[in-house]
């Protein structure tokens, strides 16, 4: 059983649709992280929760909105999307967010959205 | 500003070869965190070693070795006898461990294709 989750692994969806992608670790870990890749970017950071509060919007656009309702569990609501935001999101766990240092993040097998 | 450079893009070997990816960063901090993850065909990105910026001795791992030079702002990655299941894109990444924003900024990552 991998340590995190991502639900679900496709999504296909109109520029007019809402939709939510979900996260969920089992490592017990205390900060999760949303991130996009693209194939024409490197992987870049979109948000951090660190203990259930975003500590990090990496300025990303409104149609994406984050949601940590606990410690293990990480969404990520969709709502009228251009087809530039198709690309592989990506969600990861770390022990925890700490000015003392950077934790090792493991991530979940991603989510590969396309918008049409 | 953070930088993590992963000049080659793509290299493909045969298996049993050896291949290093190098990794190149830039950061103005004393206190950074290096980092490699190995995202295979899968999609779900896997951590392989983290090292802390006072930490230079060169770690071994099975058929995996990295070599990092402070001198030359250099965290190289090293496969020994390479095989099939190496093939996967590996990113290097850099984090700072002070001063507020411990932003996980990763190189563009660099596909290995190992033919057997």
């Known amino acids: 059983e991998t340590g995190v989750t991502q639900t679900p692994r496709h999504l296909v969806m109109g520029m007019t649709n809402k939709k939510s992608l979900k996260c969920e670790q089992h490592l017990g870990h205390n900060a999760m992280y949303w991130y996009k890749q693209s194939a024409k970017k490197p992987l870049e950071l979109m948000f951090v929760y660190n203990f259930k509060e975003q500590t990090e919007n990496n300025s990303v656009p409104s149609r994406f909105s984050p949601e940590c309702p606990n410690s293990s569990h990480l969404f990520l609501h969709l709502h009228t999307l251009q087809p530039e935001d198709s690309a592989l999101y990506l969600c990861?766990?770390?022990?925890?967010?700490?000015?003392?240092?950077?934790?090792?993040?493991?991530f979940g097998p991603g989510t590969r959205l396309t918008v049409t | 500003a953070q930088k993590v450079t992963q000049a080659q893009t793509e290299i493909s070997v045969v298996e049993k070869e050896d291949v290093t990816l190098d990794c190149v960063y830039e950061?103005?901090?004393?206190?950074?965190?290096l980092f490699w993850y190995k995202q295979p065909p899968s999609g779900e990105l896997v951590f392989l070693i983290r090292?802390?910026?006072?930490?230079?001795q060169n770690e071994i791992s099975g058929r995996y070795s990295w070599n990092f030079q402070k001198s030359t702002s250099s965290f190289n990655f090293t496969i020994t006898a390479s095989q099939v299941v190496d093939s996967a894109v590996y990113f290097c990444?850099?984090?700072?461990?002070?001063?507020?924003?411990?932003?996980?900024?990763f190189g563009k990552g660099t596909k290995l294709t190992v033919n057997p």
């Open positions: 950061t103005r901090d004393t206190t950074y965190y």
């Open positions: 990861a766990s770390s022990q925890e967010w700490s000015l003392a240092g950077a934790y090792e993040q493991y």
């Open positions: 990444a850099l984090s700072e461990g002070q001063g507020g924003s411990e932003k996980l900024v």
């Open positions: 090292r802390n910026s006072f930490d230079e």
